[in-house]
């Protein structure tokens, strides 16, 4: 099992930057890759950003690129999800997730799952 709990949402202005946080407990984090997903109200949840195990490799949502930065610090169990630019579209709650196996994008995938972090971009 893997716990996750999320941090650092909020209200912010258009333009304005937050960076969300994961910290995560149980199993060796480094053997899980993490996800970002996002939901808006009335709306699927939608992937962000994933990043392997071991950092190498990341994957971006082509909405985010160039303002999402997803990173991890293995040794203190935790990931983060570094936002700039934001948009009022950005608005929505944030979860991260893990999983095992191949890094990937699809929500179903994903075995474990943080409550939520609500991010509100005001215009």
């Known amino acids: 099992q893997v716990q996750l709990v999320e941090s650092g949402g909020g209200l912010v202005q258009a333009g304005g930057s937050l960076r969300l946080s994961c910290a995560a407990s149980?199993?060796?984090?480094?053997?899980?890759?993490i996800g970002w997903f996002r939901q808006a109200p009335g709306r699927e949840r939608d992937f962000v950003a994933a990043m392997s195990g071991s950092g190498t490799f990341t994957y971006y949502a082509d909405s985010v690129k160039g303002r999402f930065t997803i990173s991890r610090d293995n040794a203190k169990n935790t990931a983060y999800l570094q936002m700039i630019s934001l948009k009022p579209e950005d608005t929505a709650v944030y979860y991260c997730a893990a999983k095992r196996g191949y890094t990937g994008s699809l929500s179903k995938d994903y075995d474990y799952w943080g409550q939520g972090t609500q991010v509100t971009v005001s215009s």
């Open positions: 149980g199993r060796t984090f480094s053997n899980y890759p």
